[in-house]
T-cell receptor, first 113, second 114 residues
């Protein structure tokens, strides 16, 4: 069955360092991969989308890579700040519809001052 | 303010009750979604509406009944729910129903079944 695996353990990072989160998937050939941030008691907030033919995408301090051979995406936050502490979700979608969207369980990131 | 408003934020109901969850989006989007988020489990897509037409029902039990009267409003009618239905129910919208469309989520309704 289609599956996404994200770092199951919480990630604790010192402020100022680069946080790297992993998203691995199986039995899926996605057209797009998305990353979302979710804070406690809130809904997910969209951060970045990367296409299958893109290797890397950046937005401010965020960088996403997408390797369809390894079936893996890496999500980097550079110069991390305590305000970056949240749960980060990755999601895969096909071309034509969001009806086949699948989400990972998320990785909880804590940035300590 | 996410542009997607869900009410109520919290709901406690007995297994024999009937209640409805409401979602309203102010973003001018044409697609709306219902998701279920249980503790330590991935978000599960339940229903998809595109231009008010239901395009997906991911094997959701009939005790959950969606309604989309227009592109801005989405309801989830609940009846005779089970304890395992306790979860956070999230509504989302996107410009269109496409894989490349970012989804905009509301903050959810926390549902507890007694």
């Amino acid at each position: 069955s289609q599956k996404i695996e994200q770092n199951s353990e919480a990630l604790n990072i010192q402020e100022g360092k680069t946080a790297t989160l992993t998203c691995n998937y199986t039995n899926y050939s996605p057209a797009y991969l998305q990353w979302y941030r979710q804070d406690p008691g809130r809904g997910p907030v969209f951060l970045l989308l990367i296409r299958e033919n893109e290797k890397e995408k950046r937005k401010e301090r965020l960088k996403v890579t997408f390797d369809t051979t390894l079936k893996q995406s890496l999500f980097h936050i550079t110069a991390s700040q305590p305000a970056d502490s949240a749960t980060y979700l990755c999601a895969l979608t096909g071309y034509s519809s969001a009806s086949k969207i699948i989400f990972g369980s998320g990785t909880r990131l804590s940035i300590r001052p | 303010e996410t542009g997607v408003t869900q009410t109520p934020r919290h709901l406690v109901m007995g297994m024999t009750n009937k209640k409805s969850l409401k979602c309203e989006q102010h973003l001018g989007h044409n697609a709306m979604y219902w998701y279920k988020q249980s503790a330590k489990k991935p978000l599960e897509l339940m229903f998809v509406y595109n231009f008010k037409e239901q395009t997906e029902n991911n094997s959701v039990p009939s005790r959950f009944s969606p309604e989309c009267p227009n592109s801005s409003h989405l309801f989830l009618h609940l009846h005779t729910l089970q304890p395992e239905d306790s979860a956070l129910y999230l509504c989302a919208s996107s410009q269109a129903d496409g894989g490349n469309q970012p989804q905009h989520f509301g903050d959810g309704t926390r549902l507890s079944i007694l």
